[in-house]
């Protein structure tokens, strides 16, 4: 199994996870946590949205529903999609190639399914 990361702003992902949660494919996969407040600070951490990807189509299935969900909130969005040690920045902020970006996180979901390996 492997486990995607999207770090960002609290309501962008609030409004992520809705759109991830009604995906069949990712029913039961979706959670949103905050960290909690490092040694001698008060208040929580940055939210991540975690993603747990263990087939194909699931994978799949995350990368369509996150090119839709980038294309519907437009210019101002600003992510990292992290799997282990590799990251994309998804930012559409200025002149931004969607098509590009979703091609990039098809690439990232689908050497992660291949590196984790059955």
């Known amino acids: 199994m492997t ?6 702003e609290a309501d962008l992902l609030h409004s992520l996870e809705e759109w991830l949660r009604d995906v069949d494919a990712l029913r039961g996969r979706v959670s949103l946590r905050t960290a ?5 600070r008060m208040g929580s951490g940055p939210p991540e949205l975690l993603v747990a990807v263990e087939a194909e189509t699931q994978a799949e ?3 369509r ?10 210019r ?4 990292k ?5 590799q990251v994309t920045e ?3 902020r200025g002149d931004v ?3 590009r970006l979703a091609r990039q996180v098809d690439a990232l979901l689908r050497d992660a399914l291949h590196t984790a390996g059955p």
Do not use: H, K, S, Y
């Open 81 to 85: 999609l992290r799997v282990g040690q």
């Open 97 to 99: 190639d969607v098509d």
């Open 90 to 92: 998804l930012d559409l």
């Open 61 to 63: 299935a995350l990368g």
């Open 65 to 74: 529903t996150v090119e839709m969900w980038l294309r519907v909130r437009g």
């Open 36 to 40: 909690p407040p490092g040694p001698g």
């Open 3 to 8: 486990d995607i990361t999207l770090e960002g």
């Open 76 to 79: 101002g969005v600003t992510l």
